[in-house]
């Protein structure tokens, strides 16, 4: 026979498992619930929603079920483009870009291709972006510029396609500022090489600055690079060459004696 002591322990337990079965987040709740009442339509309605509002966790986590769910339906298309904004904005890059990467693969020939490709520009420039950098002011243009190089590909890409894109413009835009990253970059290299004696590596990144960088503000600094390798090479027709340019076009230099 169970004693009042098991009986009153039985009914602890039974408490806890109940509330264990409703500790579930109330957005999955809900969630399950509208999918349940009123299907997929309901379901993005409600992620739409959130979207909208700003919480993008929870319109997310609500798009990514129905992707799950309902991976060939007719709304596949719209939640794995408003997924690729949400995970944006809401600062989850990898799955963003994973996403992406998937609508691109399945519709090659889709209307929104052009977004797509705008996004990833976007995501790739958010993983280059360096936030501690951006509130301290420390200087790291010497970080791996890959996920840059990746985001410049993906405008180039974007404008050549399609030129009369909407995103165009902007891309272009972006194009220009990731150039100065990339030129900024080379500069930090060279100076690294000139900081241990190597000059033909750092006059070849100088060089390497006026060969694909020529519209951004570091030409005048490769140049003097240059010139100061070239001189600490004796390499004097070089030198010369470096040293004519730059006087005809930064006449202000202080390397012009």
């Known amino acids: 026979m169970i004693s009042k002591k098991q009986l009153k322990q039985i009914a602890i337990v039974n408490a806890l498992v109940i509330l264990a079965g409703c500790s579930s987040a109330p957005d999955e709740l809900d969630a399950q619930l509208v999918l349940k009442t009123k299907g997929a339509q309901g379901l993005y309605d409600q992620a739409k929603s959130k979207l909208q509002q700003g919480n993008y966790t929870a319109a997310t986590e609500a798009l990514s079920e129905l992707d799950s769910r309902f991976p060939f339906g007719p709304l596949a298309n719209q939640v794995q483009l408003d997924l690729i904004y949400g995970y944006y904005k809401g600062g989850q890059i990898e799955e963003g870009l994973a996403i992406i990467d998937r609508f691109l693969r399945l519709n090659p020939n889709h209307s929104d ?111 003097e690079i240059m010139v100061e390798c070239y001189d600490q090479l004796d390499l004097d027709e070089l030198k010369n060459n470096a040293m004519k340019t730059l006087k005809l076009n930064y006449p202000n230099s202080s390397f012009i004696s």
């Open 113 to 223: 291709v052009d977004y797509a490709l705008y996004m990833r520009g976007l995501t790739n420039m958010e993983i280059d972006s360096n936030l501690f950098q951006d509130i301290i002011g420390i200087d790291r243009s010497d970080r791996d510029p890959s996920s840059a190089r990746e985001a410049f590909n993906d405008f180039r890409q974007l404008i050549e396609k399609y030129p009369d894109s909407k995103y165009a413009a902007d891309a272009q835009k972006r194009m220009l500022h990731i150039k100065s990253r990339l030129a900024k970059y080379e500069i930090a290299v060279a100076r690294y090489y000139m900081r241990r004696d190597a000059y033909v590596a750092a006059a070849n990144r100088g060089r390497y600055v006026l060969q694909h960088y020529s519209d951004t503000d570091f030409v005048q600094e490769a140049l």
